[in-house]
């Protein structure tokens, strides 16, 4: 069809595939990795567990709560300058982070600042992938996933070297040189342009008008007001609020994931504090978060081609939900002792069944709602998430602050994650109940994986 966009599906969609794995290795895995610099931090600005934990958690709430102003800037500048925009702005925010004086000055560069660079990196990064691949759109989402497990495999060992070596403000300074090569990734992020028409003409012939004095300023002032005008239609196309009221299904998951992020990254943040504090060297600290991200590279890629088989349709929530309460209890393992083989034994655990349960949200998600209401869909959970991902370390640091242990920190954990777990498997079976009764008596059907459409948004699906 003449003018119309192609997804490519190949070619250059594999440059773009492998500068989006660098994208996440470089911004998702990263505020998992500031736990190397925690203790040095804490030691640094005589803070406390509660107040170093700001931290990460600013830096994670803001790269999920993000994704309004990312798809502002998408819509108007497209995904190239805005994953160049992000990597400039988080490689900015680390290099400043490494001059500050107070913690509450690490929060700002740290936290804001890195955090909405990575935002704007990650998103933009997964949009634009979507572009160029549509049949093969599984199977690139699920390369482009392991990622985040390989920035958990090396940027733990980075950060202790680098920690070893400049000491923490040294190593903030080189980690931003680093995160700056997020620009170098969106740079070979070229937007697809649509088929030109043979014999189009390349240029008009029609002679400009004479410009007036003050039309440069008029054109800044349209154009800022038409970038907060985005901004608002942005956040109201990608705020499913009305999609939360009258899908019961989604507003379940919604509310069980929110919950979920109250405990579910929490462990991620303290197991190196919680090791070293013990007498365990940061060398092997580190290590442990390296195992976990091998052992998602291992494992997602063959879960993802596991649960594409048609035995698994309908029943994708079932297995997102044992997956998670499996999360949940490993944290337990934790609780018997810091030892290095107990806590390879729990990364081991963690990390098997967070790869399940990161391979299925999305999936789960895309299940649950309309295809065409799942950028809002997806929008109001990254919002709602963020809240839960804001407050959960700093209320696990206030736990061990008053307590002086990380027993209860990872006992409190492993109850909200697997409360969580029970919350989805029990409301989507009862749902699965009605649904049915329903069907029965001949009224229609809640939203169901069985009659969400799967067509591709472009126009050239018809002909494949």
């Given at each position: ?9 190949g ?8 500068a ?8 998702l895995?990263?505020p ?26 600013i ?7 993000g994704g ?5 800037l ?7 300058a805005?994953v ?22 690490l929060y700002?560069t ?8 990575f ?9 634009i ?16 996933s392991?990622?985040?497990a390989?920035?958990?495999?090396t ?12 000491g ?9 040189a680093l995160?700056?090569?997020?620009c ?5 992020m ?8 043979r ?15 003050n039309?440069g300023?008029r054109?800044?002032?349209?154009r800022?007001?038409?970038?907060f005008?985005?901004l608002?239609?942005?956040?109201r196309k990608?705020?499913a ?5 009258k899908?019961?299904?989604y507003?379940v998951?919604?509310i ?7 405990g579910?990254v929490?462990p ?13 060297e ?23 081609l ?9 029943r994708?929530i ?8 499996v ?7 934790c609780?018997?002792?810091p ?10 655990m ?14 789960v ?5 309309e ?22 370390p700093?209320?696990a640091?206030?736990?061990?602050d ?5 027993f209860?920190?990872f ?13 989805l ?12 009764k329903?069907?029965t008596?001949?009224?229609p059907l ?6 969400v ?12």
């Amino acid at each position: 069809m003449p003018g119309a966009v192609i997804a490519p599906d190949g070619g250059w969609g594999w440059v773009v595939l492998v500068a989006t794995i660098m994208v996440l290795a470089l911004t998702l895995a990263f505020p998992s990795c500031v736990g190397i610099f925690y203790t040095d931090l804490q030691e640094e600005f005589k803070a406390t567990n509660s107040e170093t934990s700001w931290v990460p958690s600013i830096m994670t709430s803001v790269l999920h709560a993000g994704g309004p102003f990312c798809s502002a800037l998408v819509e108007r500048f497209g995904c190239r300058a805005t994953v160049m925009l992000g990597g400039v702005l988080s490689g900015v925010g680390m290099a400043a982070s490494s001059f500050t004086n107070s913690i509450t000055e690490l929060y700002i560069t740290a936290g804001i600042i890195t955090g909405l660079g990575f935002c704007f990196s990650f998103q933009a990064a997964v949009t634009i992938l979507g572009h160029y691949f549509v049949r093969r759109r599984t199977f690139a989402n699920a390369i482009s996933s392991t990622g985040t497990a390989l920035g958990l495999c090396t940027l733990p060992i980075l950060g202790h070297y680098l920690n070893t070596e400049l000491g923490w403000r040294g190593s903030f300074l080189v980690l931003g040189a680093l995160l700056l090569n997020c620009c170098v990734c969106g740079a070979v992020m070229r937007p697809l342009e649509p088929r030109r028409r043979r014999g189009q003409p390349l240029m008009s012939h029609k002679h400009p008008e004479p410009q007036r004095e003050n039309e440069g300023t008029r054109q800044g002032k349209s154009r800022a007001r038409a970038l907060f005008a985005s901004l608002g239609v942005s956040l109201r196309k990608h705020m499913a609020f009305d999609l939360f009221l009258k899908n019961l299904h989604y507003r379940v998951y919604a509310i069980g994931i929110t919950w979920m992020m109250l405990g579910f990254v929490v462990p991620l943040v303290y197991l190196v504090p919680y090791a070293t504090g013990n007498g365990m060297e940061q060398s092997k600290a580190a290590l442990l978060l390296s195992i976990l991200g091998i052992i998602n590279i291992i494992v997602r890629p063959p879960i993802g081609l596991l649960f594409n088989l048609p035995w698994f349709k309908g029943r994708h929530i079932y297995v997102f939900s044992s997956a998670l309460l499996v999360n949940g209890l490993s944290n337990i393992i934790c609780c018997i002792g810091p030892s290095f083989p107990v806590l390879v034994v729990y990364v081991v655990m963690y990390g098997l069944s967070m790869s399940v349960v990161g391979s299925l949200m999305f999936t789960v998600l895309m299940q649950t709602v309309e295809m065409s209401a799942f950028p809002s869909a997806l929008g109001l959970l990254a919002v709602m998430e963020s809240v839960t991902l804001l407050i959960g370390p700093p209320l696990a640091g206030i736990l061990v602050d008053k307590t002086g242990e990380y027993f209860h920190m990872f006992l409190v954990c492993s109850v909200v994650v697997a409360s969580s777990a029970l919350y989805l498997m029990v409301s989507f079976y009862v749902l699965g109940k009605r649904d049915k009764k329903s069907a029965t008596n001949g009224q229609p059907l809640a939203l169901t994986d069985q009659n969400v459409s799967t067509q591709c948004q472009y126009s050239q699906c018809a002909n494949r």
